[in-house]
């Protein structure tokens, strides 16, 4: 229903404005504290990067993550990140993440991101706490912190919004009678605006797409190509399913049946078995598989997504970013002489 009056020209939302006005005058408090340094805001020494959005949730922020700390890595630097935790509930902050850390502790989009890379991660509710814990704990060159645009206790050097191309900003009003976090005056501000699809894109805005790669086996790591599978029931439990199953649709693959289940949903066994017989294949998101890993059955898959960003595009993006670190690095080599 709350979709439907965000994105669908319902005049519902006038129920909502006045929530709206308040939650606007709110956040506009804050961040004026913040700016005018009646509160504090916290810098390091190491770059910081923000890749967040201005809408809740669903624009595939942390795919851009994957991506900025894959490129890093390969130039040679020490990438961190750090993430609030959505959804886990450890018994103490700040959480540096290992092997053995869960999703039900740390969340599942930061358990993804470090499955996939291996980078230092940490996670608090307040992200300022998590840098320090990296920072303690490992040399890094830069910092990436998945969301957290709108966490201005923390100092950054560069900012990213992530849209969505297909639903841009719906109505454009403010929680809870629209999606947005900030109103869009915000990306006027930033250093990038990547545009989730080739749909709707302005002139200051670059776009990326999103590819696959194989599916691959939850419980044993086999890889397959995503046509092989056969019978195949889709589930996604993430802020815009519709995104996931129309990208099986593109690959030519019409599920049996789609199932969706909220974002961070926590999963047991029993839910995802009565979704398919052993004769069917389970395929699901990366994000929902990182929560399964612990009671996975044979038949059960799960499809990786990567950002693809064209070249030119690439070396614009990440030159702000390299000049940052390589301006750092100067700075540190001559506080030493």
């Known amino acids: 229903m709350i979709f439907y009056i965000w994105f669908r020209a319902s005049r519902l939302y006038w129920i909502l404005l006045p929530f709206s006005w308040l939650y606007g005058l709110t956040t506009a408090f804050i961040r004026y504290s913040y700016q005018f340094n009646w509160l504090k805001v916290h810098r390091f020494p190491t770059k910081i990067v923000v890749v967040g959005n201005l809408t809740v949730g669903g624009n595939g922020k942390t795919p851009v993550v994957l991506w900025l700390v894959d490129k890093l890595q390969k130039k040679g630097y020490r990438v961190g990140v750090v993430a609030r935790g959505y959804g886990g509930k450890a018994k103490r902050y700040p959480l540096l993440l290992n092997a ?90 930033v250093q990038a605006i990547i545009t989730n699809g080739n749909n709707n894109i302005q002139f200051n805005e670059v776009s990326m797409t999103f590819t696959i790669g194989n599916a691959i086996n939850i419980l044993n790591g086999e890889q397959r190509a995503l046509t092989s599978l056969k019978l195949i029931v889709a589930m996604a439990g993430i802020s815009y399913p519709p995104r996931f199953f129309s990208i099986l649709r593109k690959e030519g693959i019409t599920p049996l049946r789609e199932v969706t289940f909220k974002d961070h949903q926590v999963y047991r066994q029993c839910m995802l078995d009565e979704l398919v017989s ?32 064209p070249l030119d595009v690439e070396k614009k993006l990440l030159k702000p970013i390299l000049q940052a670190i390589k301006d750092s690095s100067l700075l540190s080599l001559k506080s030493k002489y």
Not at 100 to 124: F, K, M
Not at 125 to 143: C, F, M, N, S
Not at 297 to 303: A, F, G, K, Q, T
């Open 100 to 189: 053995s850390t869960t999703s039900d502790q740390c969340g599942d989009e930061p358990l993804l991101i470090w499955r996939r890379t291996g980078v230092p991660i940490a996670v608090a509710p307040k992200r300022v706490e998590a840098v320090k814990a990296l920072l303690q704990t490992y040399p890094l060159d830069v910092i990436i912190t998945d969301d957290g645009l709108q966490h201005y206790a923390l100092g950054r050097d560069i900012e990213w919004i992530v849209v969505d191309g297909d639903r841009r900003f719906g109505n454009g009003w403010w929680l809870p009678a629209g999606p947005m976090r900030e109103r869009t005056w915000r990306l006027e501000t």
């Open 278 to 309: 052993p004769e069917e294949q389970l395929l699901m998101t990366e994000k929902d598989a990182v929560k399964c890993f612990d009671f996975a059955r044979i038949n059960w898959w799960y499809l990786p997504i990567n950002v693809q960003i």
